[in-house]
């Protein structure tokens, strides 16, 4: 495969995911979760592009954090069709991973400063909310609702690292 192929494939699973998962925390069961499960697989496919772009740059810091982004996306997508009570557990695992991927992905030197930042920043909001759920916070449908739009802006601002990193800046 081409690497011009490779960064269309990557480019439009992140502009997929973003849409369909942004458009999934606004929209009620069972379209939510058909939304969040293409959202998911979307994502998946983008951060195994974005694994191997890393890796045959030799950014093995940038390629470990999309690897975990990758791990971290399955076991949010494995919920995407429950309620959300149920998929407490998946979620707040795939929250952790995610924390962790954006962190190891904003430590690498291929992304510019201020995207750099804003990783830093939203790993921080996504480890909180994965600790608040590991701790067994109750999850209402407000602090629900405060995670689950989190993540999907969160995972919008993951997508534009791997956006900057696919457009040359990476």
């Known amino acids: 495969m081409s690497e011009s192929n490779r960064r269309l494939i990557a480019s439009c699973g992140l502009v997929v995911g973003a849409v369909f998962g942004i458009a999934g925390t606004f929209a009620a069961p069972p379209l939510r979760g058909l939304l969040w499960g293409i959202d998911g697989i979307a994502l998946v496919v983008a951060s195994a592009m974005l694994a191997i772009h890393y890796l045959r740059k030799g950014d093995d810091t940038a390629a470990a954090g999309f690897l975990a982004f990758l791990a971290g996306e399955t076991l949010i997508v494995s919920g995407a069709a429950m309620e959300l009570a149920a998929s407490v ?33 939203a790993s921080l909001l996504l480890a909180v909310s994965a600790v608040q759920m590991f701790s067994g916070r109750p999850l209402t449908p407000l602090v629900a609702a405060a995670a689950v739009l989190r993540l999907s802006i969160l995972r919008g601002n993951t997508g534009r690292l791997g956006l900057g990193a696919l457009q040359g800046t990476g």
């Not at 929250?95 to 830093?120: C, D, E, K, T, Y």
């Open 89 to 121: 557990p998946s979620f707040a695992a795939g929250a952790g991973l995610w924390a962790a991927s954006l962190a190891l992905v904003s430590s690498s030197n291929a992304m510019p400063r201020p995207l750099r930042i804003i990783g830093f920043v």
